[in-house]
């Protein structure tokens, strides 16, 4: 048996999609890092609280290259090899993820190809679709667009909203990231 992989998950938020993430660790893999760059976030406070090694640097002030040169070499001092983009709400330059090509995943809220960007519930009821759901897919250089690895469909009911829409979907994000992530760093 392989040691666990070890992941640093990137989070800008309240991080439920992180706390999946952990929750579900053991002989697959490992969070070795949670890295944000908002210091506020509030997915921060839970990791600490857990006992997971924290990293947070905004990059206002020292601007987007200077914070991925460190944010690069945090993750690689605490050993990591693959990071999962947890609602990390920041494009990451062209440089990084050429770093770290093939190693980045991201959870993304809608059944990609549709819905890129922000705004995917709300999208997915206007165009009047019977289904909505979630994505993992590998992050290059083009928004949401690198291969997909796993899907997760949640069916729109007719009094949806975005929000009540969202809350399901994020059910389906928490079954669908650990589960899509144990078999990405066994292949
Ligand atoms: C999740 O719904 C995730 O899919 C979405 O942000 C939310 C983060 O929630 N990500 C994106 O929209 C990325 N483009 P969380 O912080 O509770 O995991």
Known sequence: MNAPAKIAVLISGRGSNMQALAQNAGDDYEIVMVASDRPSAP???WAIEHGLPTFAL???????????DVLDHTLRDAGTQWIALAGYMRLLS???????????VNIHPSLLPKYKGLDTHARAIAARDLMAGCSVHVVTEELDAGEVLGQQEVAILPDDT???LAERV?????????????EFVRR
Do not use: C, M
């Open 162 to 164: 975005p929000d009540t």
């Open 58 to 68: 905004s990059p206002k002030g020292i601007g987007k290259a200077a914070f991925e």
């Open 43 to 45: 997915g921060l406070a």
């Open 94 to 104: 062209n440089a990084f993820v050429a770093r770290w090509r093939g190693r980045i």
């Open 170 to 182: 994020l059910a389906a994000e928490h079954q669908l990231y650990p589960a899509v992530l144990k």
